[in-house]
């Protein structure tokens, strides 16, 4: 590496002198883009995508699910979309959803303020349509606990009301008491796929940031029945939803920094073949 | 009584196979006992770690160590990784003290804190100078926090200036914050995790790279014993085995009978 | 080290894993109970380190303070201020007064998405630095770069629609097997280091001979 960077140096056209904050100021300008012009960049839909739609639009009336997110605050630029879009397609069919995270303690907050608050302005009804958990803390043999004997390991919820105290909750006992799992976060979909997959036969679908996707991919479509990765697919499910939010934007804002990515790449090696045929 | 009766459905099969990995692993521990047990092929990145402490010590700047955040401590399955770098801070740390390098240890998970207090009091006691042993100048816990802890150890990198990075555990978000600081000081950076997340990012930033196994037979492979490098062979027996199930099982169902496949593995 | 600390912990983590492993497969409540218990006790111990990790912490920048060190002192001495700012208000008030999340929520919250960000940037030095075509494996690696890249974001279908096909056939594919074999060996390696570790071959977490 020392060798070319000494060749390049030569080449008359030496990128690595130039100062790296002229590359990260034009990713700022270009980043925050369009958030003030409508760019209204074509988004094709993805098959995995439409499939994770399909999902939970097949759930049946008065089914259960269990929603177990766990991002945090650092997370949420790439997954808030997603996290919405879900939440607002679960809010509108009449199925009841438990909430909780089992991995990420900072995840509890970011729930309560980005799904209960889909469900409260959907006018579903907490303990009846909804109920929060927040963080279970104990990790994977907290997760497989749970699944054996919900209301063993669970005794009150986020707000401190004893869960005999909610209805919906009268008729849950275990794993078997649920349709379908919907997990958002790594690791917390490999503790539900460990844990309720196997054991229960319970569809696992996973909403996970873009490099998480990748990884979890091989796990599709055996462990896991569909995924939904990145901002891109947070941005398609905005679309599929027909609620527009902050997930297209971002992704147009991602799309501007991919080409700059690719165009910074492609300068440098330019540039390196340059040099080497002086060289 | 029926075998359901006492073992869990769908278990079964795993279970045969977890008892030959182990009878696979204790047979070539006495093999390498008796020294027959076949050699480890060179694993560029462990072989780099002598030239990294080196470079460190004839430079008079620190070496780096941690195992990473990786979204677990030793008290989830993450440990085995965290581990097993344990296992080479503790060869590391033996260089490090017998020539006087200084070693600073970054901590996400508070649990490894007395392991690495412990072998760094041993190594010092073994060369007689326990009266140098400072932990506290050694051991830099930040925090439980991917990005906190990233921060500490981009800050620890920088400030103390080092000469050799290594990050052999399990890692999460911050692997490229910490690797790239490492590259842009010009650390010897020798890196290992298991997972598919951080090794493109060490690919990219690091010189040397252990990919995913690699990381658990690390302590066996630095430390030369052979009786952990025989178990390494027990392991390859394992690795042999499944593939010739994973073929059997593909041939099987590419032929229509995958009901019958997954009806064994189920049992 | 002396016989019995070397041998007693060895035996504990020998005779608790085989609990947890017989556990795993076999029917059995007692069994069950009293694994589910040392689990338990796990966490317990886990969270009672952080007590050694906030005693470390304190210690390390006291010092700093202390010998008045350069451009640190004074950032050591918020940091502790802060850190037993929290404890305090954490403990004293509990985790869901508006004082604590109110704290949570303007400094934690923040700063972790800021760290987060400066993921970007790095990413961009990093692949301007390494993703150079200096040979075919190199030049292989940069192409699946691209092509994947771009697949994540709409850019590639308007290029051409073929490249969504490409993209999925790469990430369903290749990625996929390659995922799953890192997937088993990790499993295989664990299940490795369990062994040699019941077994006693295995010194690191015991600080070694």
């Not at chain 1, 760019?39 to 995995?48: D, F, K, T």
């Not at chain 1, 063993?152 to 006992?173: A, H």
């Not at chain 2, 760094?120 to 042993?133: A, P």
């Not at chain 3, 966490?43 to 380190?49: C, D, G, K, T, Y």
Request: proline fraction near 5%.
């Amino acid at each position: 590496m020392t060798n070319e960077k000494k060749v390049e140096e030569k080449s008359g056209l030496s990128l690595p002198k130039l100062d790296e904050r002229v590359i990260y100021w034009a990713l700022v300008v270009l980043l925050l883009l369009p958030f003030f012009v409508n760019m209204g960049i074509p988004l094709p839909l993805s098959p995995m995508t439409q499939e994770f739609y399909d999902y939970v639009d097949r759930l049946k009336p008065d089914s259960v699910i269990l929603y177990s997110v766990d991002f945090g605050p650092g997370s949420l630029p790439e997954i808030e979309g997603s996290i919405v879009a879900v939440s607002k397609q679960i809010a509108s069919k009449p199925i009841k959803v438990v909430i909780i995270s089992v991995w990420e303690p900072t995840a509890a907050p970011v729930n309560e303020e980005k799904i209960v608050s889909v469900f409260k302005a959907a006018g579903k009804t907490y303990g009846v349509d909804y109920v929060n958990f927040g963080f279970l803390p104990g990790g994977e043999g907290a997760v497989a606990r749970l699944a054996d004997d919900f209301k063993g390991i669970l005794k009150v919820d986020y707000y401190g009301n004893s869960i005999e105290d909610l209805p919906m909750m009268q008729n849950i006992k275990d794993a078997t008491s649920f349709t379908m799992v919907i997990d958002g976060g790594f690791p917390s979909w490999l503790y539900m796929r460990q844990n309720w997959v196997p054991k229960y036969n319970i569809p696992l679908i996973s909403i996970e940031a873009a490099g998480s996707a990748v990884e979890v991919r091989s796990m599709y479509p055996f462990s896991l029945k569909a995924i939904l990765g990145g901002a891109r697919a947070g941005a398609e499910y905005e679309v599929l939803i027909k609620s527009p939010g902050v997930a297209k934007k971002g992704l147009d804002s991602v799309t501007f920094g991919v080409i700059l990515f690719v165009g910074t790449i492609a300068l440098g090696n330019v540039i390196y073949v340059r040099s080497r045929r002086k060289k | 009584m029926q075998f359901y009766d006492f073992m869990y459905k769908g278990r079964i099969f795993v279970f045969f196979l977890l008892v030959f990995a182990i009878l696979a692993v204790y047979y070539n521990i006495q093999r390498g006992k008796k020294g027959t047990a076949p050699k480890l092929r060179r694993i560029l990145g462990l072989d780099a770690i002598d030239e990294a402490v080196g470079r460190a010590t004839e430079m008079g700047r620190p070496i780096h160590f941690t195992t990473g955040y990786g979204g677990g401590g030793l008290d989830t399955p993450k440990s085995a990784a965290h581990l097993a770098g344990l296992s080479v801070l503790n060869y590391i740390s033996d260089t490090a003290v017998k020539y006087r390098t200084p070693l600073i240890v970054s901590v996400c998970w508070p649990e490894e804190i007395p392991i690495i207090e412990e072998q760094m009091r041993l190594q010092y006691r073994k060369y007689g100078r326990l009266e140098e042993y400072q932990p506290d100048k050694i051991i830099r816990f930040f925090s439980t926090q991917s990005m906190a802890y990233a921060a500490g150890v981009m800050d620890t990198l920088i400030t103390e200036n080092v000469a050799t990075n290594i990050m052999i555990g399990w890692f999460w978000g911050e692997t490229l914050l910490m690797s790239e600081t490492g590259a842009r000081i010009g650390a010897i950076q020798i890196a290992g995790a298991p997972d598919t997340t951080s090794i493109p990012f060490f690919v990219a930033t690091c010189d040397y790279v252990l990919i995913s196994e690699e990381v658990f037979c690390a302590g066996a492979y630095v430390s030369g014993d052979p009786m952990q490098q025989g178990s390494l062979v027990g392991e390859d027996w394992l690795k042999i085995l499944s593939m010739v199930i994973i073929a059997i099982g593909s041939i099987l169902a590419t032929l229509g009978l995958k009901d019958l496949v997954m009806s064994f593995l189920n049992i | 080290m002396s016989y019995k600390r070397r041998e007693i912990p060895v035996v504990i983590t020998a005779a608790l894993a085989i609990l947890v492993i017989f556990e795993y497969f076999f029917k059995w409540q007692d069994a069950t109970n009293v694994s589910v218990r040392a689990q338990g006790w796990a966490v317990i111990l886990a969270s009672f380190a952080i007590g050694i990790g906030v005693v470390s912490t304190t210690i390390f920048h006291i010092r700093n303070v202390m010998g008045r060190v350069k451009k640190q002192w004074y950032l050591s001495a918020w940091l502790v201020f802060l850190m037993f700012a929290t404890i305090i208000i954490g403990v004293g008030l509990g985790p869901d007064s508006s004082s604590y999340k109110w704290m949570y929520n303007t400094t934690i919250n923040p700063l972790n998405a800021t760290i987060s960000t400066l993921l970007t940037f790095f990413g961009f030095s990093a692949a301007y630095r390494s993703f150079r075509a200096r040979n075919i494996d190199a030049t292989l690696l940069l192409v699946t770069a691209v092509i994947i890249i771009l697949y994540v974001v709409p850019l590639g279908e308007l290029i051409t629609p073929s490249w969504s096909f490409v993209g999925n056939w790469l990430t369903s594919y290749p990625n996929a097997v390659v995922g799953r074999v890192l997937y088993a060996t990790v499993v295989m390696g664990s299940i490795a280091l369990g062994v040699r570790i019941i077994l006693g071959y295995e010194r690191g977490y015991l600080a070694g001979d």
